[in-house]
């Protein structure tokens, strides 16, 4: 479970992105949002939840199964419909997931 937060910064061109480590919920701004002087996350509380759980799914399943399968989890790509359109999407996708776990199930 996640039991931490941190904030961090990234140093490369990537956008901004949650991830974590141990039990630490990592939150990172990009580069370029910083410097620019934007909040990365303006519109993520609504999210939260579901991101918290997500990240803990990982942590779980990293310390039954290993680094590698716990980061496949992002990997797996699932077909879902919204209003009647399909899309393939992540299972990581919180736009399209339907509870606060985080984690997009097909219909």
């Given at each position: ?43 993520i509380e ?36 919204l209003r ?24």
């Amino acid at each position: 479970m996640i039991n931490d937060f941190a904030l961090a910064c990234s140093i490369d061109e990537s956008p901004a992105y949650f991830t974590y480590h141990n039990q630490t919920m990592l939150i990172v701004q990009s580069a370029l949002d910083a410097k620019a002087g934007i909040g990365s996350f303006q519109h993520i509380e609504t999210f939260m939840e579901a991101l918290v759980s997500h990240e803990s799914i990982h942590v779980v399943i990293k310390k039954f199964e290993g680094v590698a399968v716990s980061d496949s989890l992002d990997d797996i790509e699932v077909i879902v419909e919204l209003r009647g359109t399909k899309f393939q999407v992540t299972l990581n996708n919180m736009l399209f997931a339907v509870d606060s776990s985080g984690i997009v199930m097909p219909d």
